[in-house]
Structure formats: C-alpha cells, structure tokens
C-alpha cells in the first residue's frame, strides 16, 4: 500500500528552494504524478514528491507542466524528477532534521523516494502527522 503523505512544512521549505528552470525563488511545489499508483484522478501524490517551480511553469506560462505535459516540460528543460525529487529529500533531510543521507549505491532515484519519505515521517513528532490526516480527512470530504 502506499502512503500519500502530507506535509504543510515540507511544501513550505521546498517553495523557499530554487525553482529547477529558472532559479529564481520558487512560487510552488508541484506534485509529481507517478504510474506507480501513488497518484491518480482526483488523488494528490505525496507530499515529498514534489519539485519547486515559478508559477510561469507551473500554470500560467506558455511551457508551463500544466500546459504542455509532464513529459514535454521535463524534456525541455533537461529535469530528470525522480533526481530532483530525491536531492530534495535529502537537502530537507540535512538541513531540517540534521541526517545525513549517503549515496546509495545500486538504488535507482524511483526506488529511494519511498525510504527517504519514510525516513523524514519516521522523524516528525506523532501529533503532527495525525493533525495533517485529519485535515486532509475534512477536506477529502468536507466535513
């Protein structure tokens, strides 16, 4: 089974990164879709799996993700995702919670991701985690 994670201090963190094409300050955290169910319609992806862009490539912008594809916006501009995804994680990991990842040898980008997800949830204080299930709960079904 996988987990859909949320994190609001995650997405925070990760807008204050770089946005991957321009470099300027990232205006958004874009949730990355996956064909290994961990999204799907209507199913946001975890929280750890996104990438901090510029509003311009986010939504509004002629080569925007939303507009051209996934695909086509990381073939024009040279984003290898599950790479972003996984420097990210361990950035957070070093910055926020002061744990340093090493180079997994013989491990593909794809298949870190869910380690280094259950390694930062492994560190969150368990109110916090249950306070975010909740939300996403009430907001699932608007309650």
């Known amino acids: 089974m996988v987990d859909y994670y949320r ?8 807008r204050l990164r770089k946005c991957l094409v321009t470099g300027k300050q990232a205006e958004v955290a874009h949730h990355v879709r996956d064909r ?15 990438l ?6 986010h939504t509004t912008g002629t ?20 790479r972003s995804i996984v420097s990210l994680l361990k950035e957070y ?5 002061n744990v340093e990842v090493p180079h997994a040898q013989g491990i593909e980008d794809r298949e870190l991701i869910p380690l280094l997800e259950e390694k930062i949830e492994s560190l969150r204080p368990p ?11 009430e907001i699932k079904y608007n309650t």
Do not use: C
Request: proline fraction near 5%.
């Open 7 to 14: 994190n609001k201090h995650y997405l925070e963190w990760t």
């Open 36 to 50: 290994d169910n961990s999204s799907g319609i209507g199913l946001r992806p975890s929280d750890y799996r996104v």
């Open 52 to 57: 901090p862009l510029l509003n311009d490539y």
């Open 63 to 82: 080569y925007a993700i939303h507009r051209i594809g996934a695909f086509s916006f990381y073939q024009r501009f040279g984003i290898d995702p599950y």
């Open 93 to 97: 990991l070093k910055e926020v919670h």
């Open 127 to 137: 109110e916090e985690i249950e306070k975010e299930k909740k939300l996403e709960i």
